[in-house]
């Protein structure tokens, strides 16, 4: 059964600059969350989607979104990029119901010049 | 607010010595509880969750935590340390308040020595 995959694996941007990341769930999850890891501050949640709908997000600016497809697989954008947004994007998928155990992609390593 | 708490962010054994890690969190009711390991350049894995019942769960890699109610906390342990332990360790708990956000503590990276 293949895992949470994640694309690109590293993306480099400079500032202003827009930045599309991929995630594509296990099969048969509904639900994606999306977390932002910087340097020395764990995993900060940024959005949550299941079912095709949004159902949560974290304390980030709205330059920060995405959408999940019909297929479940979800894509986060990031507007207008900062330095600060330098960090491992990562993802996780989990079947709704079950107490929220999470299933984690390898991230995205976002660099912003 | 909610908060999750790993004191440590820094721990350094010996292999074969054995580990305790720290969680701490705030809240009265009786959360779900999740040790994920990190290690470099991946994702973050499962290693053991409470959601109810016996209060010392058992995990993978030899790992067990027990859920003590009364200090709010979730410690992770392990007897014997193996250098392949060596990462980064989040303790992350779902307040089960609605939204289902696991909330994540900011890690406690392990160091290994020979």
């Known amino acids: 059964e293949a895992g949470v995959t994640q694309s690109p694996t590293h993306l480099i941007k400079t500032r202003g600059q827009q930045a599309t990341l991929r995630c594509s769930p296990i099969s048969g999850h509904t639900s994606v969350y999306w977390y932002q890891q910087a340097l020395g501050l764990g995993l900060q949640f940024l959005l949550w989607y299941d079912e095709g709908e949004e159902r949560n997000r974290g304390n980030f600016p709205p330059r920060f979104s995405g959408r999940q497809f019909p297929n479940y697989s979800s894509e986060l954008n990031v507007n207008a990029l900062e330095l600060e947004d330098s960090a491992l994007y990562l993802c996780?998928?989990?079947?709704?119901?079950?107490?929220?155990?999470?299933?984690f992609g390898s991230g995205t390593q976002l660099s912003v010049l | 607010a909610q908060s999750v708490t790993q004191p440590d962010i820094h721990i350094t054994v010996s292999e074969g010595a054995s580990l305790e890690l720290r969680c701490n969190y705030s809240y009265g009711a009786t959360p779900y509880l999740f040790w994920y390991v990190q290690s470099p350049g991946q994702g973050l894995q499962l290693l053991l969750k409470y959601f109810s019942g016996d209060t010392l769960v058992q995990g993978i890699k030899g790992f067990e935590a027990e859920f003590k109610r009364s200090q709010s906390s979730f410690n992770l342990r392990k007897p014997s340390v193996h250098w392949s332990d060596a990462a980064e360790y989040f303790c992350a708990v779902d307040f089960r308040e609605g939204s289902y956000i696991p909330t994540f503590g900011r890690g406690t990276s392990l160091i290994v020595h020979p």
């Open positions: 996780a998928s989990s079947l709704e119901g079950e107490g929220v155990k999470l299933f």
